[in-house]
């Protein structure tokens, strides 16, 4: 059944089910970064969400503390530039949802605006540099035109405008991150780190309309 809205040990459930995705997506994620950087976010971000699933274990106390949780398992695990940004994402965004009892389409706007800020303060980089910003500022700005919708609806336009983000991504060039050295040679493959993104926000889709 779709769902409009989700509890926090249903918004743990989907956050296993993201830890699973991106686990499965490891070689995909490696071979994005061998195109552009030195190709080793996929297991970075593997080894990151092998300690979500440690971390979410036992009893989740709240949707704030399931999201920040996975935060700071990936910050603690992964080391290097994308340990500090994706667990930034998780932590900073759960931050927002402090004393929300469901999370729904108005919550999905705030985590992904407050990790969005997060990100870009610690990262430094901005939309259009070629990084995973530019599939995550896309998401939020659709996450914020759709925050009226059922949670289900709203996570679909989502997660397909963070995919056309990472689709966009290809025509740029890096100007920051894994791939600022190649220039112009960074044309025509995307972003890992915005890959990343893209996997997220489709299982966190397949999770909340299946
Ligand atoms: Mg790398």
Known sequence: ??????SKDEVKAM???????????????????????????GLGMARGMNAVKE???GEVESIEKAFANTGMAMMSSMGGASGAIFGTLWRNGGKALAGRDTFDAQGLADLIKAGLEGVMTRGG?????KTMIDALHPASVKAQE?????????????????????????????TMGRAKTLGEQSIGHPDAGACSVVVIFDTMRDYICA
């Open 146 to 174: 759709v925050v009226s919708l059922p949670l289900n609806e709203a996570i679909i336009a989502v997660a397909a405008a963070a995919a056309d983000g990472k689709e966009a991504s290809k025509a740029m060039i890096a």
């Open 15 to 41: 956050l296993l089910q993201v830890a699973d995705r991106i686990i499965e997506a490891e070689p995909m994620l490696s071979e994005a970064d061998r195109n552009l950087g030195d190709g080793d976010h």
């Open 125 to 129: 980089a901005k939309p259009g540099d």
């Open 55 to 57: 971390k979410l274990a």
């Open 1 to 6: 059944m779709p769902k409009p809205s989700l």
